[in-house]
């Protein structure tokens, strides 16, 4: 048999066969001897031969060339390699970069180029780690350094204080001691800095009836009662002098007296002051007969300067206080107003005076007092009192009958 115009047994046409297979060749079987055909076989074989040669060609080159990009690039990959275990490595161990070492059988100018740069970034970053190692230790050993000092200075603390108590066993009583003069002296200061001037209103009566009568006659007697009848019938209510005397009245009644008053009282130290002021008083009084009727009705002004001294005796935080207070008082008397009535049958005569009143009232006088603080500013005020008036050659009034009289005043004070 022939392939191609050879000569062939069966053995070689397998193989023959068989490789055309493998390489993806196309076979074409001639059964004539055409000479045309074989020709045309023969062309195609030749240029499918050619075909072949060309792809092993390119397949060769294929291979080389990976080869020759795969040993270009394989020593770079090595060194990254190498470079790269041996920064783990000394990051890990903390070594300096000096001692450690990078191998390479066959290094390069690329190579020596890529290995510093690694080493330098490499040092950096150790660098910056010692320095913050660095400013660690030292922040550590300050800290010890002052916990170390804090506590020789607490022992010393301890150790002096130890010996103080063994030196002044009575350190308690010391100290209370010293919080007594602190609090005394804050109490002084804070008593210097109160205000010490106030100013009051009040008003204020007495009563002479739970004393004994002690009747007294009067200056104000011009002439007998008998005479002053008969002056007002014959001049048909007149105006006359009219005498006062207890005697010439059968029954006598005094109006309790009403007081109305300023005060002024001034500091001088946390316990005592002065006080003074201006008090009016008015005195009312009814003088009858029954045979004849008459009757008379009498009205007395004073006008009072009182000088007193007054003890603080008691205060607290609540701002009650309590004091004492005694003194005279010097009244004089601004007008006296008469008015008689007299009844004769069915016929009444009348008649009134206005008339000066002579001399001065000198008393003296004591109260116990109890304030309760409103304010900075404002306070009010209680005094029950007990009073003496003199004899004094004064009208015939409460006062001159019954010349101990107890009273009570109250009202209002302006401190600043």
């Given at each position: 048999m022939q392939?191609?115009?050879v000569n062939t047994n069966q053995k070689t046409i397998k193989i023959f066969l068989s490789t055309c297979n493998v390489f993806n060749i196309s076979i074409i079987i001639v059964k004539d001897k055409d000479e045309n055909h074989i020709s045309e076989l023969k062309n195609f074989m030749s240029m499918n031969k050619r075909n072949n040669i060309t792809k092993w060609?390119?397949?060769?080159?294929?291979?080389a060339a990976c080869a020759s990009l795969i040993w270009i690039i394989f020593p770079f990959v090595q060194q990254f390699f190498q470079s790269y275990n041996t920064i783990a490595k000394v990051e890990n161990t903390s070594?300096?970069?000096?001692?450690?070492?990078?191998?390479?059988?066959e290094p390069s100018l690329i190579e020596q180029e890529t290995e510093s740069l690694i080493i330098a970034e490499a040092k950096k970053s150790i660098s910056s780690k010692a320095v913050t190692v660095k400013a660690i230790r030292e922040e550590r050993e300050t800290k010890e350094f002052i916990e170390s000092q804090t506590a020789e200075t607490e022992i010393k603390q301890e150790n002096t204080q130890t010996e103080n108590k063994k030196e002044t066993p009575s350190l308690k009583e010391s100290f209370n001691s010293h919080l007594s003069a602190d609090y005394n002296l804050l109490s002084s200061l804070e008593k210097k800095t109160q205000k010490k001037t106030s100013f009051g209103v009040y008003t204020g009566s007495s009563t002479g009836e739970l004393i004994a009568s002690n009747e007294k006659s009067s200056d104000f007697v011009y002439y007998d009662a008998s005479q002053l009848r008969n002056d007002i019938m014959e001049n048909d209510g007149g105006q006359y002098n009219i005498p006062l005397t207890s005697d010439n009245f059968s029954n006598i009644s005094h109006n309790i007296p009403l007081s109305f008053g300023l005060s002024f009282r001034k500091d001088l130290n946390q316990y005592i002051s002065l006080e003074t002021g201006l008090v009016y008083t008015y005195l009312y009084s009814k003088f009858r007969n029954k045979y004849p009727r008459e009757e008379l009705k009498q009205g007395l002004h004073y006008l009072g300067i009182p000088i007193k001294g007054v003890v603080n005796i008691y205060s607290d935080k609540s701002d009650w206080h309590i004091y004492f207070s005694a003194g005279i008082m010097m009244e004089k008397g601004l007008n006296a107003h008469y008015s008689y009535i007299y009844h004769d049958n069915n016929r009444n005569y009348s008649t009134s005076s206005n008339e000066n009143i002579k001399g001065l009232q000198w008393s003296v006088n004591a109260a116990l007092g109890f304030g309760y603080k409103l304010n900075n500013s404002y306070s009010?005020?209680?005094?029950?009192?007990?009073n003496y008036y003199l004899d004094n050659n004064q009208p015939l009034n409460s006062r001159t009958q019954n010349p101990i009289t107890i009273g009570v005043s109250a009202g209002l004070r302006y401190i600043w």
């Open positions: 392939v191609c115009g060609l390119v397949a060769g080159a294929s291979i070594t300096p970069l000096e001692e450690a070492t990078i191998i390479s059988d009010i005020y209680f005094e029950p009192n007990i």
